[in-house]
């Protein structure tokens, strides 16, 4: 693989795509995929702060922290060129009707970020993946409530990696949609439901899954908190088929 991105060998990035194919999500590490002993932890310093993150009018949870930015790539064999899309709007997601614009960081002035959004692009499989698309970033820090009930945010596919958690609960969850009734109650057992740990990483394909994850509990002597980068392989409907 070329653009300075390091990855996993052959046979497990084959491993991965044919599981994650198959039964439509994969859990992996930053470690699995070769990202350096030290990243997740430069990368928090970075951008899980309080000169990145904001918290917006009319998000929910309320007091969700949070920043985002949207990249535009293409495929060249092994090449995979980005650049930065001028639109970040989002648009009737996660159960919130109507358009919001949050405030937006620029994720490819950082070279290390930057070779983040190409390993995390490589997760898909190579007869799934498009020659041209957006690829949505967004930062997340929360304290209570992950998100609402089981939602799709009618994207392609879906990459969560967590970065740290204080506190236990946020366990991420993955329902069939014919699992979950119109109010967003559950009415059977969900395919996944897995605490991620700080170093986590989980890829799944959104339309075959309602996902969320359970409120944070707070340590015994302090709050709760889960800093997470969630991301979206996006449609082209999204962005390229409505922006000239």
Partial sequence: MSNDATWLGLDKREELWSALDSRGYVVTSDRSLGLPDKFRQNFSRTYFNERTLHRHEGDWPTDRLRARDVIYYERYD??????????????????????REHVRVEFLK???????????????PPQRRRP???????????????VTTPHHDN????????????????????YRPEDVAEDGRPISQPVLRQQLNPGDIIIFEDKRFKHGATPLINPADGKAQRDALVCTVDYTSTYLETVS
């Fill in 110 to 124: 950082d070279p290390d970020a930057k070779n983040l959004v190409r390993i995390l692009l490589e997760l898909v």
């Fill in 155 to 174: 994207e392609e596919f879906i990459i969560l990696y967590v970065a740290d958690r204080v506190g236990d609960g946020a366990e991420t969850y993955l």
């Fill in 78 to 99: 092994d090449y995979v060129d980005l650049q930065r899309h001028d639109v970040i709007t989002i648009t009737d997601r996660a159960g919130i009707p109507g358009k």
């Fill in 132 to 146: 041209r698309g957006t690829f949505g970033v967004n930062l997340f820090r929360t304290f209570t409530n992950v």
